[in-house]
């Protein structure tokens, strides 16, 4: 599906989560790119070119150990940054990658590339697809039999339908689309207001609609839109979710729930900050400083 893969890797066991995920979304002619960002020397207790010759030398050793563990052909790049995000995006900016994959820390499902508030300023701006495997996934992972799409019928999401749709093809994959509805507050406003007929109604259209997409297992919730992802995501391989124009995880993830959604959902998540209607904005530089180094295996 993706042809030319960026995976942010730290050193943490979220990396083997990431490698793994990265393999099963990558077109078999595709490539794949182990990135690690280091802190520049304004953000590093130490300075000076010593420091530079530190890092570059740790990144190299734990990319190589990455790729050989991970049993995967890839290039390696490292470079300093003020932050994780920034720096992954600088480079997926340089190898014009069209996905970017980061795994999980044991201490939270986005893990310490995403987390933070700098790098979650810069994930807003990612110039391409994000997709995050959920901690333990390398130990678990298993062919994508069944995809989920977040559906609400806007754009975005309809273009998540459309990269869905490519994935199962690819993988004769079972599709299926859940459309979450968030009852008027009204409802709830009093004992005489509430409505459960109402509430029923809203359910029962949002499924019709789901179903009249034709080729997909229709599915409808009332709640909170991540917490309902997250559960019907026990049941898939894969969750995609499409953009807003206002951020990379947009409508049904937006602001809190996205952050929400990538620390609950049990099964991969990718997010798309693409459609048919304007690409995201590429990252300020478009080289990265540091050398690139390659290695096969």
Excluded at 158 to 182: D, H, K, N
Excluded at 261 to 282: D, E, M, Y
């Amino acid at each position: 599906m993706f042809d030319n893969v960026l995976i942010g890797l730290d050193g943490g066991p979220g990396g083997r989560d990431a490698v793994a995920l990265a393999t099963r979304l990558t077109a078999s002619d595709g490539q794949l790119t182990l990135a690690h960002i280091y802190p520049t020397h304004a953000e590093a207790p130490l300075g000076g070119e010593d420091y530079e010759a530190a890092q570059i030398t740790r990144a190299r050793a734990l990319l190589q150990a990455a790729s050989h563990q991970g049993g995967v052909d890839a290039q390696l790049r490292w470079i300093g940054a003020s932050s994780p995000g920034r720096g992954l995006h600088e480079l997926a900016g340089a190898v014009h990658a069209d996905l970017l994959v980061v795994g999980s820390t044991r201490r939270s499902a986005a893990g310490r590339v995403l987390l933070g508030d700098d790098t979650r300023a810069a994930l807003d701006r990612a110039p391409c697809a994000v997709a995050i495997a959920p901690a333990g996934y390398a130990d678990r992972a298993a062919t994508i039999r069944k995809v989920g799409v977040g559906y609400d019928g806007s754009p975005d999401s309809e273009y998540a339908l459309i990269v869905a749709r490519e994935i199962v093809a690819e993988r004769s994959a079972s599709l299926a689309a859940l459309e979450v509805v968030v009852f008027p507050t009204y409802l709830f406003s009093c004992p005489m207001a509430f409505d459960a007929t109402a509430m029923i109604e809203l359910l029962d259209e949002a499924r019709r609609r789901v179903a009249s997409l034709g080729d997909v297992e229709p599915h409808a919730a009332a709640g909170e839109a991540a917490e309902q992802l997250a559960l019907w995501s026990t049941s898939l391989d894969l969750l995609v979710v499409g953009s807003r124009g206002f951020g990379p995880v947009g409508r049904l993830v937006h602001g809190s729930t996205s952050r929400e959604l990538t620390q609950i959902a049990q099964c991969p998540l990718l997010v798309l900050t693409r459609s048919p209607h304007g690409k995201a904005k590429s990252p300020d530089r478009a080289e990265p400083s540091e050398p690139v180094a390659s290695v096969r295996v």
